[in-house]
């Protein structure tokens, strides 16, 4: 990785104050076991220099984005909800492990593994939105590399000393199974990634007859 880290809160294409985007996430504020990891990183995240730590309720997995808010048409974000709801129809809950930690250019982050079924899951969600906008109208690249953001950097420092603060810390990971995704209105207006959850799908096993 680079020598350095970078404030995470430039504002990409399209973003500007005032201006929301609609996305899927996992969100994880109703899972104790991400509470609990949380919590166990903190003395090592509130040593780090210019590291902003997401609080429990903000902590999210990004699954596939949509598009800004004022850009996507109340018809066409009614369908693509009716079109995911159709796909994911009998998806299995997704048990995961998440963590340890490691550093990353903007951030400090957990990864979430395995990986293939959630490429699966947001294969499926952007399949819905081509049912509903065209396979050339999906937003962002196919390949998901799950990852959850402990905290954000603000401001551009030396890497090596923040990876060898984390590398002497404890390493900390957990298992849950996510159960639903949520369809989320996000803002970043105060540098945090904030929402309004717009609607949730949860994910269950299609039950065979008896």
């Given at each position: 990785m680079s020598d350095e880290v970078r404030d995470h809160w430039h504002w990409r294409p399209g973003w500007r104050e005032g201006r929301s985007f609609y996305t899927w996430h996992l969100t994880f504020a109703q899972h104790p076991e991400?509470?609990?990891?949380?919590?166990?990183?903190?003395?090592?995240l509130a040593g780090m220099p210019g590291l902003a730590p997401v609080p429990l309720e903000w902590i999210h997995l990004t699954l596939?984005?949509?598009?800004?808010?004022?850009?996507?048409?109340?018809?066409?974000?009614?369908?693509?909800?009716e079109a995911a709801e159709f796909r994911l129809a009998g998806f299995s809950?997704?048990?995961?492990?998440?963590?340890?930690?490691?550093?990353?250019?903007?951030?400090?982050?957990?990864?979430?593994?395995?990986?293939?079924?959630?490429?699966?899951?947001?294969?499926?969600?952007?399949?819905a939105i081509a049912d509903v906008w065209g396979p050339d109208a999906i937003p962002e690249l196919p390949e998901l590399h799950p990852h959850i953001s402990l905290g954000y950097f603000t401001d551009a420092a030396?890497?090596?000393?923040?990876?060898?603060?984390?590398?002497?810390?404890?390493?900390?990971?957990?298992?849950?199974?996510i159960t639903s995704l949520s369809l989320i209105d996000l803002n970043r207006?105060?540098?945090?990634?904030?929402?309004?959850?717009?609607?949730?799908?949860?994910?269950?096993?299609?039950?065979?007859p008896v």
């Open positions: 991400a509470a609990d990891l949380v919590a166990a990183y903190q003395p090592v596939q984005g949509l598009g800004f808010t004022d850009r996507v048409d109340q018809r066409d974000l009614d369908a693509i909800i809950p997704i048990p995961v492990t998440i963590g340890p930690a490691l550093l990353d250019l903007e951030t400090v982050q957990l990864p979430v593994r395995p990986v293939e079924p959630l490429q699966r899951l947001r294969d499926a969600v952007r399949t030396p890497a090596a000393p923040l990876r060898n603060q984390l590398a002497a810390a404890p390493g900390h990971s957990t298992a849950l199974t207006d105060h540098r945090m990634y904030q929402w309004t959850p717009v609607t949730t799908l949860r994910l269950a096993p299609l039950h065979k």
